[in-house]
């Protein structure tokens, strides 16, 4: 069988975040007054979509899934080599 | 102004542990693989810590702060970016890289591409390009935070920041890289949170700072095209491909950056290379978060704020030149005090005193980790390897030693008084790297047709092409943030503005993507053996 090189849940990963940060840029570059206008709470939007979650959330969550998904499938390989014995 | 005695004392007890860090770790100098790569014990904490502290430069402490002060809002997303391009690593590189286990940087590239010598020499002249860089910048990052703390003169600030570094990185080598760092890493990140904190208590929350930028210069919320007259935050935010070009320059660095890659060859297993990923981006997003908030509010709160402010002093560009001038800088951009002077002008000494310490420990990282890795490559690739030379092989230890001193001597020399250009290509070394040594690498680990002509093609055609279009458009379009070929295809600019915006020149990074694989498809692969040691047997 011919050995995957990156897992389906790397990609993934990838498309959440490309996805997320080109969809908010084309928004903000089409939608005038996006940036700033956009409240909530009386703060622009932009500091919780990009200041907040580009930033911090969505790295945090990715490192965490592209370090913890490889230890599962590390686990469930010696798992298994471990029944073939 | 004087110095402040608080702000003082921080700096001396920061420097207290750091020498102290660089004294208990001397026995480092034993055992050639501690000194190399600190044994292969480091957890995935510490190591997070030290890669978050050595990939964040000067470059990020000084510069992302004042680049958000120079283009606005549109600059919020690189911030982004550069966090982006930490998660990537967990799987590209840093598990790969660790279950090889090399001691160098350039021991992939003479394995992987079967070509022991002339491997070494390729990969290794971007990479002391950009070192060179680097480690200029940096020595010059901790002169202006030294300049900030002791009010006193540049050339006495550089000489203090070089030895200490010196100090620390000749006696305990890797270990006390690896330790220091991670005690800068966790006092960057306070820093820059403290100081985002204040500045937001200032404002009254982020409503009170956005309507404060907003009244000072309504331009800064403005993306491309996001207005119907035409306006911009600044010219090279005036198109899409400033924007993304700006996304993508620092992208992939992290995974590909010597300085960072050699940080996985220390980790004690693969779990941990890849954990350590998860703490560096949980050290380094809240830092960014930080220096986002702090770019937001530099000019509005220089220009009502700062004490220098006023008489011919006009606004906050005046006012960095003016503090510039004052204390002789050479050619750092004025922008480049804009964190520090900020910071001043909220008149607190406890936050100039935190700002100081992380400031001074994110230059001295980011300048050890470069050393790290340019007294192994020349002390033991070049010397030892290549050359042959016994005394090197004999005495690794000492050669690197060697090679520490040489280095930090020649990089505190451009340090003194650093030509504008030596700062400014540090932006060309980070793009030099990922096109002529990260693309190989990266296709080396993941791509089984990747070769050895291929590499070869890459550095030699990309290393010279990626000077040659920086300092073209530097010196012919007045900055190397635009594309080189904009005045042979728009003689009269375009759409408006000078020329195409493409920051860096980041077009070279697919180009040389593209190269190498059109290269690698049609020339000869490496042998199976080779294949299945060093790309198969690595995932």
């Keep these: 069988m011919k050995k995957r090189a990156l897992p389906s849940y790397f990609w993934l990963g990838l498309l959440l975040l490309y996805g997320y940060t080109f969809t908010i840029m084309i928004l903000e570059m089409n939608v005038p007054g996006m940036t700033y206008s956009l409240t909530v709470g009386g703060a622009p939007l932009s500091f919780f979509y990009n200041g907040f979650v580009g930033v911090v959330v969505m790295n945090v969550f990715l490192s965490w899934l592209w370090s913890y998904m490889p230890e599962q499938d590390d686990k469930k390989k010696a798992a298994s080599e471990g029944g073939v014995k | 102004m004087g110095a402040n005695p608080i702000v003082v004392i921080a700096a001396i007890v920061y420097f207290l542990i750091i020498i102290g860090i660089g004294y208990t770790t001397r026995k480092a100098s034993a055992d050639p693989m501690d000194y190399y790569v600190a044994g292969r014990k480091i957890g995935p904490v510490v190591n997070g810590a030290a890669l978050a502290a050595a990939y964040f430069s000067p470059a990020s402490f000084l510069g992302m702060p004042a680049f958000i002060f120079l283009m606005g809002y549109p600059f919020w997303w690189v911030l982004s970016s550069i966090i982006a391009g930490l998660p990537l690593a967990s799987m590209l590189t840093a598990a790969p890289m660790r279950r090889y286990a090399p001691v160098s940087f350039t021991d992939y590239y003479a394995d992987r591409y079967d070509s022991p010598k002339l491997m070494r020499i390729l990969a290794g002249i971007p990479t002391m390009m950009s070192g060179w860089a680097y480690i200029v910048l940096s020595i010059v990052g901790t002169g202006l935070f030294m300049m900030a703390i002791l009010q006193v003169s540049y050339p006495v600030a550089v000489v203090l920041a070089a030895v200490v570094i010196m100090f620390y990185v000749f006696m305990g080598g890797m270990v006390a890289t690896t330790f220091s760092s991670a005690f800068q890493g966790v006092l960057m990140t306070l820093a820059s949170l403290v100081v985002a904190f204040v500045i937001l208590g200032h404002y009254g929350g982020f409503g009170g700072l956005s309507e404060a930028v907003y009244a000072n210069n309504p331009n800064f919320w403005l993306m491309p095209g996001a207005s119907a007259t035409g306006a911009f935050s600044h010219p090279i935010m005036g198109y899409w491909t400033g924007i993304v070009g700006a996304y993508f320059v620092w992208h992939f660095g992290f995974s590909m950056m010597p300085y960072t890659v050699v940080r996985f060859f220390t980790t004690m297993d693969i779990k941990s290379a890849r954990r350590s990923v998860y703490w560096a981006v949980l050290f380094g997003g809240p830092m960014y978060w930080g220096l986002l908030v702090a770019g937001t509010a530099a000019r509005v709160t220089l220009e009502n704020l700062h004490p220098l402010m006023g008489g011919e002093v006009t606004n906050a560009v005046q006012l960095l030149a003016a503090i510039k001038a004052n204390f002789g800088i050479g050619g750092a951009a004025v922008t480049d005090y804009s964190y520090i002077a900020l910071v001043e002008s909220l008149g607190n000494p406890w936050v100039l005193g935190i700002l100081v310490a992380g400031g001074l420990a994110i230059s001295m990282a980011t300048a050890a980790a470069w050393v790290m890795v340019l007294n192994v490559l020349i002390g033991r690739d070049f010397m030892g390897k290549c050359a042959g030379n016994t005394w090197a092989i004999n005495n690794p230890v000492k050669a690197l030693r060697f090679w520490t001193v040489i280095i930090m001597v020649f990089c505190t020399i451009f340090a ?95 180009a040389a993507a593209i190269f190498f694989v059109v290269v690698s498809l049609f020339t000869k692969p490496n042998s199976d053996e080779v294949l299945q040691k060093y790309c198969d047997d690595l995932h």
Excluded: E
Aim: charged content about 5%; proline content about 8%; hydrophobic content about 55%.
């Design chain 2, 416 to 510: 003194f008084n650093p030509l504008a250009l030596v700062l400014d290509l540090s932006g060309w070394a980070f793009i030099v790297i990922i096109c002529t040594t990260g693309i190989p690498m990266m296709g080396g680990l993941w791509w089984r047709k990747a070769n050895t002509t291929a590499t070869i093609a890459t550095i030699c055609v990309f290393f010279p092409l990626s000077l040659y279009t920086w300092l073209y458009a530097k010196n012919v379009l007045g900055s190397p943030h635009w594309f080189f070929a904009s005045k042979m295809i728009w003689p009269d600019g375009f759409r408006g503005l000078p020329a195409l915006p493409t920051l860096h020149q980041v077009w070279l990074i697919p």
